[in-house]
């Protein structure tokens, strides 16, 4: 089948445009308000950049908010920082209530009974049950522009500037993904686990 992404011509009950590039990693980012609320959430349109310097980036789109800016992307940008904790299988059902709409106001760690840690360089509350965290320093907001103004997104960019990782998923010197079992997005209401892999070496 062929199908014009803008016209949305594809006949099928749902958007295929999602469950196309997958598995995706899941940031699941806390940050501060200017007010000193927290907030977590969840996001499936979540990367790293490169590792020179160490760069994440995450998209937010979906405006809700007054100013057409999620609650992490604006937190990020008025305050410089947040902070991106791993989502793994043991932790989904919390990782899925954080992505509940709520009022800017609420804690959504602390509704979800989820403990904090405090983080070295920046100001963000880290997911205590989270076993990898990377405290990031803000750098920039790249717009993605749609036809839509109200449904444009947002590509929110940080510097990794502090990494924590629990002693236990490293194994010979090396982070072993089966000792915390990742969680990706997949489409629709689906997801997957990372518990096994391949190996194949680069080419000399």
């Given at each position: 089948?062929?199908?014009?992404?803008?016209?949305?011509?594809h006949?099928?009950?749902?958007?295929?445009?999602?469950?196309l590039v997958?598995?995706r990693p899941?940031g699941w980012?806390?940050?501060l308000s200017r007010?000193?609320v927290v907030?977590?959430?969840?996001?499936?349109?979540?990367?790293?950049v490169?590792?020179r310097?160490?760069t994440v980036?995450?998209a937010?789109?979906?405006?809700?908010a007054?100013?057409?800016r999620?609650?992490?992307?604006?937190?990020?940008?008025?305050?410089?920082e947040?902070?991106?904790n791993?989502?793994?299988w043991?932790?989904?059902?919390k990782?899925?209530?954080?992505?509940a709409?709520?009022?800017?106001?609420v804690d959504?760690?602390?509704?979800?009974?989820?403990?904090?840690?405090p983080?070295i360089k920046?100001?963000p509350?880290?997911?205590a049950e989270?076993?990898i965290h990377?405290e990031?320093?803000?750098?920039l907001?790249v717009?993605?522009p749609e036809?839509?103004?109200?449904?444009?997104?947002a590509?929110?960019i940080?510097?990794?500037?502090?990494?924590h990782?629990r002693?236990?998923v490293?194994?010979?010197?090396r982070v072993?993904p089966r000792?915390?079992k990742?969680i990706?997005r997949l489409g629709y209401?689906d997801?997957?686990?990372?518990?096994s892999?391949f190996t194949?070496?680069f080419p000399?």
């Amino acid at each position: 089948m062929f199908y014009d992404p803008e016209r949305r011509d594809h006949g099928l009950p749902h958007n295929p445009f999602k469950s196309l590039v997958v598995p995706r990693p899941i940031g699941w980012i806390s940050t501060l308000s200017r007010e000193g609320v927290v907030n977590l959430a969840p996001y499936s349109y979540f990367n790293a950049v490169c590792d020179r310097p160490p760069t994440v980036m995450f998209a937010s789109g979906g405006a809700r908010a007054r100013d057409r800016r999620k609650d992490s992307q604006r937190n990020a940008e008025e305050t410089g920082e947040f902070v991106v904790n791993l989502a793994t299988w043991d932790l989904r059902e919390k990782v899925s209530a954080t992505s509940a709409t709520l009022p800017s106001e609420v804690d959504e760690m602390a509704l979800c009974g989820l403990a904090s840690l405090p983080s070295i360089k920046v100001k963000p509350p880290r997911v205590a049950e989270s076993p990898i965290h990377l405290e990031c320093r803000y750098l920039l907001t790249v717009p993605v522009p749609e036809s839509d103004p109200a449904e444009a997104s947002a590509i929110v960019i940080g510097r990794v500037i502090g990494v924590h990782i629990r002693d236990d998923v490293i194994v010979d010197g090396r982070v072993d993904p089966r000792k915390f079992k990742p969680i990706a997005r997949l489409g629709y209401f689906d997801y997957t686990v990372v518990d096994s892999f391949f190996t194949i070496p680069f080419p000399e």
